[in-house]
C-alpha cells in the first residue's frame, strides 16, 4: 500500500533527533486525524512529551498552514 509503517516513521524520528548535527534540539510535530490518535499510540510513546507536539484533530486548516510554517522538514503520509 501507499501508507509508510509506523514504526519507520518512529525510526526516522529517532534518527533525525539523534543527529547532533541536524535536529538534536527539535521536536516532532504530529497531526493525525480522530480515528488515528489509537494506531499513533506506540510512536508518541516513543519519545519524551517535550518533543512532541500534538495538533488537535480539529484544527482548523488555516491553524495547520500557520503551524507548519514554523518547521524546518515536513514529513507525511500519503493514505489515501
Known amino acids: 500500500g501507499k501508507e509508510w509503517p509506523l514504526e519507520r516513521f518512529t525510526l526516522l524520528a529517532e534518527r533525525l533527533l539523534n543527529d547532533d548535527e541536524l535536529y538534536a534540539q527539535g521536536a516532532i510535530m504530529v497531526l493525525a486525524a480522530p480515528h488515528e490518535y489509537e494506531r499513533i499510540k506506540p510512536f508518541m510513546a516513543s519519545f519524551p512529551p517535550d518533543q ?29
Request: hydrophobic share 55%; net charge negative.
Open 52 to 80: 512532541l507536539v500534538l495538533l488537535p484533530p480539529d484544527i482548523p486548516l488555516l491553524d495547520i498552514a500557520a503551524a507548519l510554517s514554523y518547521a524546518d522538514l515536513f514529513i507525511g503520509n500519503d493514505s489515501g
